[in-house]
């Protein structure tokens, strides 16, 4: 069938269980879309379902618009809701580009189909401010304009402060103008989860040189630690915040750590000497990352469980006995494996392992540094051997 014909039969089938139904299209299945014969595919669909009844969720991963494509079509005068997505998995890192959001909907306005605004992470536990500024555009009449200003003045209302404190000011300012500026992966690519990390933008080619932005970050946390003197010392905001900052730093230093442990234990010749410098640095880094993020209760795997088995119900709820159990099995599947490893399986099945990581306490401590020591006592028998490193028994510990 053509398009046309798929979007009419879809649409009928929502017609007859509700007269009134709007389809509401997940953006995210033309994400990747471009040419001329997709555009028409598509327009198939909008052009299948009465006006008003077809609703677009634009699912850009940076809130930049997917309406602008194909010659900013406005999704062939579908209306849509335009959203950032930002993030996959609830993966901690500090991102996302406030002065690009601040545009949402203003700049579609009279040139587009533009309904609402929103936006569509896999989940939202990170990153507050991004998620609050994004919140608060049905709220105004045109884009900030001041970003700076307002994060500031935000960051003094989150502190409990009635009186300007120069330390919040310069740390938020950094911020705005550094992390708050640039649009990361929407995954977490750090070496904190993965071994070995893979997002190395926050470093220059020699892996050494921290870019002028993770400098900022640096300074900006510097800065909010000179702000304690002024803030309450158990204020829940500003604690998560002051940690939330020394965690991005320290999960930024993981990613060259772990590619320098990497390629010592993927060398023809294995070098113990190397191996246990490289190894030992990480891990040491991991659960050092670890006790931060045990200071706040945002950080912490304990919860997270624990919501889980709450839901137990008995044996009659879940069909397994224990399904408290069950529940945490579940839990925890989700954070490291993604899919499901059935009980004395010998290899874990092919997915996204480590997709929805988090820096917790208790997980980066008892899994990733546990599974990076794993890694580095496997190398260092190997090369006590004299052989490579042996991959199939590497392979199994991920």
């Known amino acids: 069938?053509?398009?046309?014909?798929?979007?009419?039969?879809?649409?009928?089938?929502?017609?007859?269980?509700?007269?009134?139904?709007?389809?509401?299209?997940?953006?995210?299945?033309?994400?990747?879309?471009?040419?001329?014969?997709?555009?028409?595919?598509?327009?198939?669909?909008?052009?299948?379902?009465?006006?008003?009844?077809?609703?677009?969720?634009?699912?850009?991963?940076?809130?930049?618009?997917?309406?602008?494509?194909?010659?900013?079509?406005?999704?062939?005068?579908?209306?849509?809701?335009?959203?950032?997505?930002?993030?996959?998995?609830?993966?901690?890192?500090?991102?996302?580009?406030?002065?690009?959001?601040n545009e949402i909907p203003f700049a579609g306005l009279g040139v587009s189909t533009v309904w609402g605004t929103g936006y569509t992470p896999e989940g939202i536990d990170q990153n507050p401010v991004y998620y609050e500024f994004m919140g608060q555009v049905n709220f105004r009449d045109e884009p900030v304009a001041d970003i700076p200003s307002h994060i500031v003045l935000r960051s003094h209302r989150r502190y409990g402060l009635t009186q300007v404190v120069q330390s919040v000011v310069d740390a938020w300012t950094l911020l705005v103008g550094g992390a708050y500026s640039q649009d990361l992966s929407v995954q977490d690519g750090t070496g904190v989860p993965h071994l070995p990390g893979y997002d190395l933008r926050q470093f220059e080619a020699d892996l050494r040189t921290p870019t002028l932005t993770l400098c900022s970050t640096f300074r900006a946390w510097g800065h909010l630690l000179d702000a304690h003197t002024f803030i309450q010392s158990d204020l829940e905001t500003y604690r998560y915040d002051l940690v939330n900052l020394g965690r991005e730093l320290l999960a930024q230093l993981s990613t060259p750590m772990s590619v320098n442990f990497s390629k010592a234990y993927s060398a023809p010749r294995l070098d113990p000497t190397l191996l246990q410098t490289t190894g030992q640095k990480y891990i040491e880094l991991l659960l050092d990352l670890d006790k931060l993020v045990g200071t706040d209760s945002?950080?912490?795997?304990?919860?997270?469980?624990?919501?889980?088995?709450?839901?137990?119900?008995?044996?009659?709820d879940c069909g397994v006995k224990p399904c408290r159990a069950f529940y945490e099995w579940n839990a925890r599947t989700q954070l490291t494996t993604w899919n499901p490893t059935p009980a004395n399986a010998t290899q874990i099945p092919g997915g996204p392992i480590d997709y929805a990581s988090k820096h917790w306490n208790g997980l980066i401590g008892d899994y990733y540094a546990a599974r990076a020591a794993l890694v580095l006592n496997q190398a260092l028998s190997d090369a006590a051997a004299q052989r490579p490193l042996n991959t199939t028994k590497v392979d199994a510990l991920k």
């Open 298 to 316: 945002a950080f912490l795997l304990g919860p997270w469980l624990a919501s889980a088995t709450a839901w137990d119900r008995g044996a009659a």
């Open 1 to 101: 069938p053509t398009w046309i014909e798929r979007g009419a039969a879809a649409y009928m089938g929502l017609n007859r269980t509700d007269p009134d139904a709007i389809w509401s299209f997940q953006g995210w299945a033309i994400i990747d879309w471009s040419t001329a014969a997709q555009a028409s595919s598509f327009r198939g669909f909008v052009d299948a379902v009465p006006n008003g009844k077809f609703v677009v969720i634009d699912m850009s991963v940076d809130g930049s618009g997917e309406w602008k494509k194909w010659n900013q079509a406005s999704f062939y005068g579908a209306p849509f809701i335009w959203t950032t997505l930002h993030d996959f998995g609830g993966t901690d890192g500090i991102k996302g580009n406030i002065s690009r959001i």
